[in-house]
Protein backbone atom coordinates (compact mmCIF):
# COMPACT_ATOMS: atom_id res chain seq x y z
CA UNK A 1 0.00 0.00 0.00
CA UNK A 2 0.82 3.64 -0.53
CA UNK A 3 2.53 5.93 1.71
CA UNK A 4 -0.51 8.20 1.75
CA UNK A 5 -3.14 5.25 1.71
CA UNK A 6 -1.72 3.98 5.21
CA UNK A 7 -1.59 7.25 6.61
CA UNK A 8 -5.11 7.64 5.27
CA UNK A 9 -6.58 4.24 7.45
CA UNK A 10 -4.84 5.82 10.55
CA UNK A 11 -7.58 6.50 13.52
CA UNK A 12 -5.33 7.66 16.42
CA UNK A 13 -7.20 8.52 19.44
CA UNK A 14 -7.22 8.67 23.52
CA UNK A 15 -9.93 7.29 25.83
CA UNK A 16 -10.23 9.52 28.65
CA UNK A 17 -12.62 9.10 31.82
CA UNK A 18 -12.90 9.91 35.60
CA UNK A 19 -11.75 6.94 37.31
CA UNK A 20 -14.21 3.97 37.56
CA UNK A 21 -16.85 5.57 34.85
CA UNK A 22 -15.68 2.48 32.55
CA UNK A 23 -12.73 3.56 30.23
CA UNK A 24 -11.01 0.28 30.84
CA UNK A 25 -13.92 -1.70 30.16
CA UNK A 26 -14.75 -0.04 26.91
CA UNK A 27 -10.67 0.00 25.63
CA UNK A 28 -11.56 -4.16 26.09
CA UNK A 29 -14.36 -4.28 24.22
CA UNK A 30 -13.24 -1.49 21.40
CA UNK A 31 -10.16 -4.39 20.94
CA UNK A 32 -12.90 -8.07 21.29
CA UNK A 33 -14.22 -6.12 18.35
CA UNK A 34 -11.42 -5.55 16.41
CA UNK A 35 -10.02 -8.54 17.20
CA UNK A 36 -7.07 -7.61 18.97
CA UNK A 37 -7.91 -9.82 21.86
CA UNK A 38 -9.83 -12.83 22.11
CA UNK A 39 -11.72 -12.58 25.59
CA UNK A 40 -12.08 -9.57 28.43
CA UNK A 41 -9.67 -9.03 31.28
CA UNK A 42 -6.85 -9.16 28.81
CA UNK A 43 -5.97 -5.56 29.10
CA UNK A 44 -3.77 -5.25 32.11
CA UNK A 45 -2.93 -2.06 34.09
CA UNK A 46 -6.36 -1.53 35.34
CA UNK A 47 -5.36 -2.50 39.15
CA UNK A 48 -3.53 0.85 38.73
CA UNK A 49 -6.46 2.74 39.57
CA UNK A 50 -6.76 0.54 42.46
CA UNK A 51 -5.46 3.27 44.51
CA UNK A 52 -3.35 1.46 47.47
CA UNK A 53 0.28 2.55 46.89
CA UNK A 54 1.11 -1.05 47.70
CA UNK A 55 -1.25 -2.37 44.97
CA UNK A 56 0.81 0.20 42.99
CA UNK A 57 4.32 -1.06 44.06
CA UNK A 58 3.34 -4.46 43.15
CA UNK A 59 2.09 -3.54 39.87
CA UNK A 60 5.53 -1.42 39.44
CA UNK A 61 7.22 -4.75 39.63
CA UNK A 62 4.81 -6.18 36.74
CA UNK A 63 5.42 -2.92 34.75
CA UNK A 64 7.05 -4.88 31.93
CA UNK A 65 3.03 -6.11 31.68
CA UNK A 66 1.03 -3.18 32.48
CA UNK A 67 2.38 -0.08 30.57
CA UNK A 68 2.62 -1.89 27.49
CA UNK A 69 -1.28 -1.62 27.56
CA UNK A 70 -0.65 2.14 27.04
CA UNK A 71 -0.50 2.06 22.78
CA UNK A 72 -2.84 -0.72 20.98
CA UNK A 73 -2.97 -0.78 17.31
CA UNK A 74 -5.59 -2.92 15.59
CA UNK A 75 -6.93 -3.59 12.18
CA UNK A 76 -10.86 -2.78 11.89
CA UNK A 77 -12.67 -2.66 8.58
CA UNK A 78 -9.78 -1.22 6.08
CA UNK A 79 -8.84 0.94 9.26
CA UNK A 80 -5.71 0.98 11.35
CA UNK A 81 -6.89 2.32 14.52
CA UNK A 82 -4.62 3.14 17.44
CA UNK A 83 -5.85 3.61 21.15
CA UNK A 84 -3.93 5.64 23.14
CA UNK A 85 -5.15 3.52 26.74
CA UNK A 86 -4.49 6.35 29.88
CA UNK A 87 -3.55 5.98 33.61
CA UNK A 88 -6.74 5.30 35.47
CA UNK A 89 -5.57 6.80 38.87
CA UNK A 90 -6.16 10.72 38.86
CA UNK A 91 -2.28 10.95 40.73
CA UNK A 92 -1.00 10.46 36.72
CA UNK A 93 -3.03 12.57 35.01
CA UNK A 94 -0.13 14.50 33.61
CA UNK A 95 0.41 11.08 31.80
CA UNK A 96 -2.88 11.98 30.43
CA UNK A 97 -2.25 15.60 29.40
CA UNK A 98 0.87 14.07 27.64
CA UNK A 99 -1.08 11.12 25.53
CA UNK A 100 -3.83 13.59 24.87
CA UNK A 101 -0.93 15.71 22.66
CA UNK A 102 -0.03 12.50 20.35
CA UNK A 103 -4.16 11.73 20.21
CA UNK A 104 -6.03 13.66 16.89
CA UNK A 105 -9.92 12.60 18.97
CA UNK A 106 -10.52 11.89 22.01
CA UNK A 107 -13.28 9.55 23.08
CA UNK A 108 -14.67 10.85 26.64
CA UNK A 109 -16.52 8.20 28.75
CA UNK A 110 -18.99 9.36 31.31
CA UNK A 111 -20.68 7.31 34.08
CA UNK A 112 -24.64 7.91 33.00
CA UNK A 113 -24.99 7.94 36.82
CA UNK A 114 -22.58 10.56 37.94
CA UNK A 115 -22.61 12.84 34.77
CA UNK A 116 -19.02 15.17 34.44
CA UNK A 117 -16.94 14.34 37.45
CA UNK A 118 -13.49 16.35 38.40
CA UNK A 119 -11.09 14.12 36.60
CA UNK A 120 -13.47 14.82 33.39
CA UNK A 121 -13.51 18.55 33.32
CA UNK A 122 -9.82 18.31 33.68
CA UNK A 123 -9.33 15.66 30.73
CA UNK A 124 -11.98 17.89 28.83
CA UNK A 125 -9.55 21.20 29.01
CA UNK A 126 -6.70 19.90 27.57
CA UNK A 127 -8.65 18.20 24.42
CA UNK A 128 -10.30 21.65 24.48
CA UNK A 129 -7.01 23.75 24.14
CA UNK A 130 -6.14 21.69 21.23
CA UNK A 131 -9.50 21.59 19.53
CA UNK A 132 -9.35 17.90 18.63
CA UNK A 133 -12.76 16.36 18.21
CA UNK A 134 -14.49 14.81 21.23
CA UNK A 135 -16.78 11.67 21.11
CA UNK A 136 -19.13 11.22 24.40
CA UNK A 137 -19.55 7.46 25.70
CA UNK A 138 -22.31 8.07 28.13
CA UNK A 139 -21.87 4.34 29.74
CA UNK A 140 -23.53 2.06 32.35
CA UNK A 141 -27.03 2.77 31.00
CA UNK A 142 -27.59 -0.78 32.88
CA UNK A 143 -27.94 0.90 35.63
CA UNK A 144 -29.90 3.80 37.17
CA UNK A 145 -29.00 6.86 35.30
CA UNK A 146 -29.47 10.62 35.38
CA UNK A 147 -31.86 11.87 32.65
CA UNK A 148 -30.66 12.00 29.16
CA UNK A 149 -31.25 15.43 28.48
CA UNK A 150 -30.08 16.38 31.72
CA UNK A 151 -26.64 14.43 30.83
CA UNK A 152 -26.26 16.19 27.40
CA UNK A 153 -27.68 19.60 29.72
CA UNK A 154 -24.37 19.05 31.55
CA UNK A 155 -22.01 18.50 29.14
CA UNK A 156 -23.10 21.65 26.89
CA UNK A 157 -23.27 24.15 29.86
CA UNK A 158 -20.11 23.18 31.65
CA UNK A 159 -18.14 22.66 28.31
CA UNK A 160 -19.82 25.19 26.47
CA UNK A 161 -19.82 22.67 23.29
CA UNK A 162 -22.80 21.38 21.04
CA UNK A 163 -23.75 17.31 21.47
CA UNK A 164 -25.48 15.59 18.92
CA UNK A 165 -26.88 11.85 19.95
CA UNK A 166 -26.49 9.55 17.43
CA UNK A 167 -28.17 7.27 19.20
CA UNK A 168 -31.17 7.62 21.98
CA UNK A 169 -31.15 4.76 24.96
CA UNK A 170 -34.73 3.24 25.94
CA UNK A 171 -34.69 3.22 29.17
CA UNK A 172 -32.49 2.89 32.11
CA UNK A 173 -31.00 0.20 34.49
CA UNK A 174 -34.05 -2.82 34.89
CA UNK A 175 -35.65 -1.04 31.66
CA UNK A 176 -32.98 -0.74 29.86
CA UNK A 177 -33.74 -2.14 26.86
CA UNK A 178 -32.10 -1.14 23.64
CA UNK A 179 -30.94 2.06 21.62
CA UNK A 180 -32.58 4.13 19.28
CA UNK A 181 -30.61 4.70 16.09
CA UNK A 182 -31.28 8.17 14.89
CA UNK A 183 -29.85 7.78 11.45
CA UNK A 184 -31.58 4.53 10.35
CA UNK A 185 -34.56 5.26 12.16
CA UNK A 186 -33.93 2.29 14.19
CA UNK A 187 -34.61 0.35 17.32
CA UNK A 188 -31.50 -2.54 18.71
CA UNK A 189 -32.66 -4.16 20.99
CA UNK A 190 -30.97 -6.06 23.24
CA UNK A 191 -31.92 -9.38 24.53
CA UNK A 192 -29.94 -10.89 27.35
CA UNK A 193 -27.93 -9.02 29.82
CA UNK A 194 -24.44 -10.71 29.53
CA UNK A 195 -21.18 -9.37 30.72
CA UNK A 196 -19.86 -11.43 27.42
CA UNK A 197 -16.81 -12.00 25.82
CA UNK A 198 -18.23 -11.73 22.74
CA UNK A 199 -20.61 -9.88 20.37
CA UNK A 200 -23.84 -9.25 21.79
CA UNK A 201 -27.16 -10.41 19.52
CA UNK A 202 -29.52 -7.47 18.88
CA UNK A 203 -32.86 -7.24 17.49
CA UNK A 204 -33.32 -4.33 14.74
CA UNK A 205 -36.65 -3.15 14.45
CA UNK A 206 -38.46 -0.31 12.69
CA UNK A 207 -39.65 2.88 15.07
CA UNK A 208 -42.86 2.30 12.80
CA UNK A 209 -43.08 -1.41 14.05
CA UNK A 210 -45.16 0.00 16.93
CA UNK A 211 -47.03 -3.25 17.93
CA UNK A 212 -43.69 -5.34 18.19
CA UNK A 213 -41.89 -3.00 19.89
CA UNK A 214 -44.71 -2.31 22.42
CA UNK A 215 -44.89 -5.28 23.33
CA UNK A 216 -41.17 -5.65 24.29
CA UNK A 217 -40.61 -2.37 25.81
CA UNK A 218 -42.03 -1.63 29.52
CA UNK A 219 -45.21 0.32 29.89
CA UNK A 220 -44.89 3.87 28.03
CA UNK A 221 -41.65 3.80 26.75
CA UNK A 222 -42.93 3.87 23.19
CA UNK A 223 -44.47 6.82 23.04
CA UNK A 224 -41.98 8.11 25.36
CA UNK A 225 -39.33 7.28 22.64
CA UNK A 226 -41.43 9.16 20.25
CA UNK A 227 -42.12 11.96 22.46
CA UNK A 228 -38.19 12.66 23.07
CA UNK A 229 -36.81 11.96 19.57
CA UNK A 230 -39.30 14.61 18.69
CA UNK A 231 -37.81 17.02 21.09
CA UNK A 232 -34.38 16.12 19.87
CA UNK A 233 -34.70 16.35 16.17
CA UNK A 234 -36.93 19.61 17.07
CA UNK A 235 -34.64 21.53 19.57
CA UNK A 236 -31.62 19.49 19.18
CA UNK A 237 -28.49 20.55 17.72
CA UNK A 238 -28.27 20.18 13.88
CA UNK A 239 -25.52 17.96 13.19
CA UNK A 240 -22.25 19.35 11.18
CA UNK A 241 -19.28 17.62 10.56
CA UNK A 242 -16.94 20.91 10.93
CA UNK A 243 -18.07 21.55 13.97
CA UNK A 244 -17.54 18.00 14.93
CA UNK A 245 -14.03 18.25 13.59
CA UNK A 246 -13.33 21.77 15.35
CA UNK A 247 -14.27 19.79 18.58
CA UNK A 248 -17.43 22.26 19.17
CA UNK A 249 -20.24 19.56 18.52
CA UNK A 250 -19.32 16.36 20.23
CA UNK A 251 -21.07 13.45 18.73
CA UNK A 252 -22.85 11.31 21.18
CA UNK A 253 -23.61 7.29 22.32
CA UNK A 254 -25.42 6.10 24.77
CA UNK A 255 -24.55 2.04 26.00
CA UNK A 256 -23.07 -0.32 28.21
CA UNK A 257 -19.51 -1.19 27.89
CA UNK A 258 -19.73 -4.09 30.51
CA UNK A 259 -22.73 -5.44 28.53
CA UNK A 260 -21.59 -4.60 25.18
CA UNK A 261 -24.36 -2.28 24.29
CA UNK A 262 -23.82 0.15 21.87
CA UNK A 263 -20.41 -0.69 21.69
CA UNK A 264 -20.18 -2.01 17.74
CA UNK A 265 -22.37 0.59 16.59
CA UNK A 266 -20.25 3.50 18.50
CA UNK A 267 -17.10 1.64 16.88
CA UNK A 268 -18.66 1.93 13.55
CA UNK A 269 -19.82 5.80 13.34
CA UNK A 270 -17.03 6.84 15.30
CA UNK A 271 -14.28 5.44 12.75
CA UNK A 272 -16.87 7.33 9.80
CA UNK A 273 -16.84 10.52 12.04
CA UNK A 274 -13.25 10.98 13.32
CA UNK A 275 -10.29 11.89 11.28
CA UNK A 276 -6.79 10.59 9.63
CA UNK A 277 -3.59 12.15 11.38
CA UNK A 278 -3.93 15.38 12.00
CA UNK A 279 -1.91 18.49 10.77
CA UNK A 280 0.71 19.54 13.16
CA UNK A 281 2.43 23.23 13.44
CA UNK A 282 6.10 23.42 13.98
CA UNK A 283 6.41 27.43 14.01
CA UNK A 284 3.99 29.07 11.98
CA UNK A 285 4.22 26.36 9.25
CA UNK A 286 1.53 23.57 9.21
CA UNK A 287 3.56 19.86 8.81
CA UNK A 288 1.11 17.70 6.35
CA UNK A 289 0.87 14.42 7.46
CA UNK A 290 0.60 13.44 4.19
CA UNK A 291 4.16 14.99 2.89
CA UNK A 292 7.09 12.31 2.30
CA UNK A 293 9.17 13.41 4.92
CA UNK A 294 9.22 11.60 8.55
CA UNK A 295 9.05 13.82 11.60
CA UNK A 296 7.48 12.74 15.44
CA UNK A 297 7.95 14.03 18.89
CA UNK A 298 8.28 12.15 21.94
CA UNK A 299 5.23 12.71 24.07
CA UNK A 300 5.76 9.55 27.07
CA UNK A 301 9.18 8.73 28.54
CA UNK A 302 9.05 5.26 30.35
CA UNK A 303 12.06 3.98 32.40
CA UNK A 304 12.48 0.04 33.13
CA UNK A 305 9.60 -0.70 31.23
CA UNK A 306 11.71 -4.34 31.62
CA UNK A 307 13.78 -4.47 34.88
CA UNK A 308 16.32 -7.36 33.60
CA UNK A 309 17.26 -4.81 30.80
CA UNK A 310 17.16 -1.36 32.83
CA UNK A 311 15.59 0.16 29.42
CA UNK A 312 14.22 3.16 28.38
CA UNK A 313 11.80 3.47 26.01
CA UNK A 314 10.68 7.13 24.06
CA UNK A 315 7.27 7.02 22.91
CA UNK A 316 6.71 8.84 19.58
CA UNK A 317 3.96 9.86 18.03
CA UNK A 318 4.94 10.05 13.73
CA UNK A 319 3.08 13.39 12.44
CA UNK A 320 4.24 12.63 8.99
CA UNK A 321 5.29 10.40 6.34
CA UNK A 322 6.75 7.49 6.96
CA UNK A 323 9.38 6.03 9.37
CA UNK A 324 11.84 3.41 7.96
CA UNK A 325 13.61 1.21 10.57
CA UNK A 326 17.38 1.28 9.04
CA UNK A 327 17.19 5.05 8.33
CA UNK A 328 19.28 7.47 9.63
CA UNK A 329 16.91 10.58 11.57
CA UNK A 330 18.03 14.18 13.04
CA UNK A 331 17.51 14.67 15.93
CA UNK A 332 16.41 18.12 16.25
CA UNK A 333 17.21 19.14 20.26
CA UNK A 334 20.80 17.27 19.99
CA UNK A 335 21.21 18.68 16.47
CA UNK A 336 22.76 15.03 15.57
CA UNK A 337 21.89 12.20 12.66
CA UNK A 338 20.81 9.19 14.83
CA UNK A 339 18.98 5.96 14.20
CA UNK A 340 16.03 5.12 15.98
CA UNK A 341 17.25 1.67 18.08
CA UNK A 342 14.99 -1.09 18.36
CA UNK A 343 11.32 0.21 17.38
CA UNK A 344 8.53 -0.93 18.58
CA UNK A 345 5.15 -1.32 18.73
CA UNK A 346 3.21 -2.31 21.38
CA UNK A 347 -0.28 -4.12 21.63
CA UNK A 348 -1.27 -5.60 24.97
CA UNK A 349 1.72 -7.78 26.43
CA UNK A 350 3.46 -8.13 22.95
CA UNK A 351 6.02 -6.08 21.69
CA UNK A 352 7.10 -6.69 18.01
CA UNK A 353 9.90 -4.89 16.26
CA UNK A 354 8.33 -2.82 13.65
CA UNK A 355 10.20 -2.13 10.36
CA UNK A 356 8.09 0.74 9.35
CA UNK A 357 5.39 3.08 10.24
CA UNK A 358 3.12 5.92 9.41
CA UNK A 359 1.94 9.34 10.22
CA UNK A 360 -0.71 8.13 13.27
CA UNK A 361 1.17 5.43 15.17
CA UNK A 362 3.21 5.28 18.05
CA UNK A 363 6.09 4.08 18.26
CA UNK A 364 8.29 3.01 20.90
CA UNK A 365 12.19 2.85 20.77
CA UNK A 366 15.09 2.42 23.12
CA UNK A 367 16.07 5.41 24.49
CA UNK A 368 19.90 5.50 26.00
CA UNK A 369 19.07 8.73 27.71
CA UNK A 370 19.32 11.22 25.03
CA UNK A 371 15.58 12.00 24.38
CA UNK A 372 13.41 14.58 26.67
CA UNK A 373 9.63 14.68 26.67
CA UNK A 374 8.73 17.46 23.44
CA UNK A 375 11.87 16.20 21.39
CA UNK A 376 11.40 16.52 17.70
CA UNK A 377 13.18 13.86 15.36
CA UNK A 378 12.53 14.30 12.06
CA UNK A 379 14.11 13.31 7.88
CA UNK A 380 17.32 15.11 7.50
CA UNK A 381 17.10 18.49 5.76
CA UNK A 382 12.97 19.05 6.64
CA UNK A 383 14.10 21.60 9.60
CA UNK A 384 10.70 21.09 11.56
CA UNK A 385 10.77 21.37 15.18
CA UNK A 386 7.30 20.78 17.12
CA UNK A 387 5.89 22.65 19.98
CA UNK A 388 6.73 21.74 23.05
CA UNK A 389 4.05 19.57 25.41
CA UNK A 390 3.04 22.04 28.08
CA UNK A 391 4.34 21.29 31.73
CA UNK A 392 1.13 21.65 33.91
CA UNK A 393 1.47 22.98 37.10
CA UNK A 394 2.21 20.63 40.41
CA UNK A 395 -0.26 20.95 43.35
CA UNK A 396 2.19 19.23 45.62
CA UNK A 397 5.88 20.26 46.75
CA UNK A 398 7.93 18.60 48.95
CA UNK A 399 11.80 19.26 49.97
CA UNK A 400 14.10 16.29 49.06
CA UNK A 401 17.73 15.38 49.87
CA UNK A 402 19.63 12.66 50.08
CA UNK A 403 20.28 10.98 53.34
CA UNK A 404 23.45 8.97 52.19
CA UNK A 405 25.58 11.61 51.65
CA UNK A 406 28.50 9.05 48.96
CA UNK A 407 25.55 8.29 46.81
CA UNK A 408 25.41 12.51 45.28
CA UNK A 409 25.73 11.13 41.89
CA UNK A 410 23.22 8.28 42.10
CA UNK A 411 20.96 11.12 43.52
CA UNK A 412 21.28 13.64 40.57
CA UNK A 413 21.57 10.72 38.11
CA UNK A 414 17.92 9.82 39.44
CA UNK A 415 16.29 12.52 40.11
CA UNK A 416 17.23 14.02 36.53
CA UNK A 417 15.92 11.04 35.10
CA UNK A 418 12.96 10.31 36.47
CA UNK A 419 11.97 14.56 36.22
CA UNK A 420 12.77 14.06 32.10
CA UNK A 421 10.62 11.24 32.32
CA UNK A 422 8.10 13.84 33.57
CA UNK A 423 6.99 11.68 36.32
CA UNK A 424 7.99 14.64 38.59
CA UNK A 425 9.34 18.35 38.12
CA UNK A 426 12.26 19.61 40.14
CA UNK A 427 13.17 22.90 40.91
CA UNK A 428 15.40 24.50 43.13
CA UNK A 429 16.33 27.77 45.21
CA UNK A 430 18.53 30.44 42.67
CA UNK A 431 22.17 30.02 43.48
CA UNK A 432 22.08 26.57 45.31
CA UNK A 433 22.98 23.05 43.80
CA UNK A 434 21.23 19.95 43.58
CA UNK A 435 22.09 19.02 47.09
CA UNK A 436 18.17 20.03 47.87
CA UNK A 437 15.43 19.30 45.14
CA UNK A 438 12.25 20.98 45.79
CA UNK A 439 9.67 18.08 43.95
CA UNK A 440 6.64 18.95 42.24
CA UNK A 441 3.38 16.77 41.42
CA UNK A 442 0.20 16.49 40.54
CA UNK A 443 -0.53 13.88 42.84
CA UNK A 444 1.01 12.83 45.94
CA UNK A 445 1.11 9.35 45.04
CA UNK A 446 4.11 10.49 42.80
CA UNK A 447 5.79 11.21 46.10
CA UNK A 448 6.05 7.62 47.01
CA UNK A 449 6.48 6.44 43.65
CA UNK A 450 10.05 8.61 43.46
CA UNK A 451 10.97 7.22 46.71
CA UNK A 452 10.23 3.62 45.86
CA UNK A 453 12.27 4.09 42.29
CA UNK A 454 15.08 6.26 44.05
CA UNK A 455 15.54 3.47 46.28
CA UNK A 456 15.23 0.43 44.04
CA UNK A 457 16.71 1.79 41.06
CA UNK A 458 19.18 4.07 41.86
CA UNK A 459 20.08 2.53 45.47
CA UNK A 460 19.38 6.33 47.24
CA UNK A 461 17.33 6.73 50.17
CA UNK A 462 15.97 10.15 50.21
CA UNK A 463 14.52 12.42 53.26
CA UNK A 464 11.37 14.39 52.31
CA UNK A 465 9.99 17.79 53.59
CA UNK A 466 6.67 18.31 52.71
CA UNK A 467 6.28 22.25 51.97
CA UNK A 468 3.12 24.21 52.22
CA UNK A 469 3.15 25.16 48.46
CA UNK A 470 -0.31 24.78 46.75
CA UNK A 471 0.15 26.85 43.66
CA UNK A 472 3.52 27.45 41.29
CA UNK A 473 3.58 30.22 38.22
CA UNK A 474 5.78 30.23 36.05
CA UNK A 475 7.23 33.99 35.48
CA UNK A 476 6.22 35.67 31.97
CA UNK A 477 7.51 38.94 32.53
CA UNK A 478 8.38 40.71 35.54
CA UNK A 479 8.92 44.47 36.46
CA UNK A 480 11.77 43.79 38.80
CA UNK A 481 14.35 40.22 39.25
CA UNK A 482 12.61 38.28 41.57
CA UNK A 483 14.02 38.80 44.69
CA UNK A 484 12.71 42.39 44.21
CA UNK A 485 9.34 41.59 43.88
CA UNK A 486 7.06 42.58 46.71
CA UNK A 487 5.42 39.19 47.46
CA UNK A 488 4.05 37.88 50.68
CA UNK A 489 6.40 36.42 52.95
CA UNK A 490 5.94 32.89 52.50
CA UNK A 491 6.16 33.43 48.83
CA UNK A 492 9.29 31.65 47.55
CA UNK A 493 11.39 32.24 44.69
CA UNK A 494 12.48 29.11 42.68
CA UNK A 495 14.11 28.26 38.82
CA UNK A 496 13.48 25.01 37.03
CA UNK A 497 16.09 23.03 35.90
CA UNK A 498 16.17 25.20 32.28
CA UNK A 499 16.55 28.14 33.86
CA UNK A 500 13.52 29.25 34.22
CA UNK A 501 12.03 31.33 37.32
CA UNK A 502 8.97 30.65 39.21
CA UNK A 503 6.79 31.47 42.10
CA UNK A 504 5.89 29.29 44.73
CA UNK A 505 2.69 30.18 46.65
CA UNK A 506 0.82 29.03 49.36
CA UNK A 507 -2.76 29.89 48.48
CA UNK A 508 -4.30 31.60 45.19
CA UNK A 509 -4.84 34.67 47.32
CA UNK A 510 -1.37 35.31 47.39
CA UNK A 511 -1.04 34.71 43.50
CA UNK A 512 -3.55 37.57 43.36
CA UNK A 513 -1.34 39.95 46.13
CA UNK A 514 1.93 39.32 43.60
CA UNK A 515 0.00 40.47 40.66
CA UNK A 516 -2.00 43.47 42.22
CA UNK A 517 1.51 44.51 44.18
CA UNK A 518 3.64 44.28 40.93
CA UNK A 519 2.75 45.82 38.09
CA UNK A 520 3.79 44.43 34.83
CA UNK A 521 3.97 41.20 36.27
CA UNK A 522 2.65 37.99 34.25
CA UNK A 523 2.21 34.79 35.70
CA UNK A 524 1.50 31.62 33.60
CA UNK A 525 -0.04 28.20 34.66
CA UNK A 526 2.04 26.25 33.00
CA UNK A 527 5.00 26.10 30.63
CA UNK A 528 5.21 25.33 26.70
CA UNK A 529 9.07 24.54 26.97
P1 LIG B 1 -12.03 2.91 34.55
O1 LIG B 1 -11.07 2.22 33.65
O2 LIG B 1 -12.67 4.11 33.93
O3 LIG B 1 -11.49 3.20 35.91
O4 LIG B 1 -13.27 1.93 34.80
P2 LIG B 1 -13.39 0.36 34.60
O5 LIG B 1 -13.53 0.02 33.17
O6 LIG B 1 -12.32 -0.30 35.40
O7 LIG B 1 -14.81 0.14 35.26
C1 LIG B 1 -15.07 0.46 36.62
C2 LIG B 1 -16.14 -0.45 37.16
O8 LIG B 1 -17.36 -0.22 36.43
C3 LIG B 1 -15.84 -1.93 36.98
O9 LIG B 1 -16.46 -2.61 38.06
C4 LIG B 1 -16.58 -2.29 35.71
O10 LIG B 1 -16.91 -3.65 35.62
C5 LIG B 1 -17.82 -1.43 35.86
N1 LIG B 1 -18.46 -1.12 34.56
C6 LIG B 1 -17.90 -0.70 33.42
N2 LIG B 1 -18.83 -0.54 32.46
C7 LIG B 1 -20.01 -0.85 33.02
C8 LIG B 1 -21.35 -0.88 32.52
O11 LIG B 1 -21.65 -0.61 31.37
N3 LIG B 1 -22.32 -1.26 33.40
C9 LIG B 1 -22.04 -1.59 34.70
N4 LIG B 1 -23.05 -1.95 35.47
N5 LIG B 1 -20.79 -1.58 35.19
C10 LIG B 1 -19.78 -1.22 34.37
P3 LIG B 1 -15.65 -3.14 39.31
O12 LIG B 1 -16.61 -3.91 40.12
O13 LIG B 1 -14.96 -1.99 39.95
O14 LIG B 1 -14.53 -4.02 38.68
P4 LIG B 1 -14.66 -5.51 38.14
O15 LIG B 1 -14.61 -6.33 39.36
O16 LIG B 1 -15.96 -5.62 37.40
O17 LIG B 1 -13.47 -5.67 37.26
Known sequence: METQEEIKRRRTFAIISHPDAGKTTLTEKLLLYGGAIQQAGAVKGKAAARHAVSDWMELEKQRGISVTS?????????????????????????????????????????????????????????????????????????????????????????????????????????????????????????NEFHHGQSRISAVEYSIEDKEALEEIL???????????????????????????????????????????????????????????????????????????????????????????????IAFFRICSGKFERDK??????????????????????????????????????????????????????????????????????????????????????????IAQEGAIQIFHEPFSGIEEVIVGVVGVLQFEVLEYRLRTEYGVEIRRRDLPFECIRWIDSAPASPDRLNLTSDTKWVQDYKGNNLLLFTSSWCINWAVQKNEGLVLREFNQD
Open 70 to 190: SVMQFDYRGYCINILDTPGHQDFSEDTYRTLMAADSAVMVIDAAKGIEPQTRKLFKICAMRHIPIFTFINKMDREALSSFELLEQLEKEFGIGTYPFNWPVGCGQNFHGVYDRQSRSLLIF
Open 218 to 312: SYGQYDNLLEETELLDGAGYEFDIDEVRSGRLSPVFFGSALNNFGVEQFLNRFIELTMPPLPRMSGETEIDPFSDGFSAFVFKIQANMNKAHRDR
Open 328 to 417: EYYHVQQKKLIKLAQPQQLMAQDRSIIDEAYAGDIIGVFDPGIFSIGDTVCEKGMDVIYAGIPTFAPEHFASVERTDTMKRKQFEKGIMQ
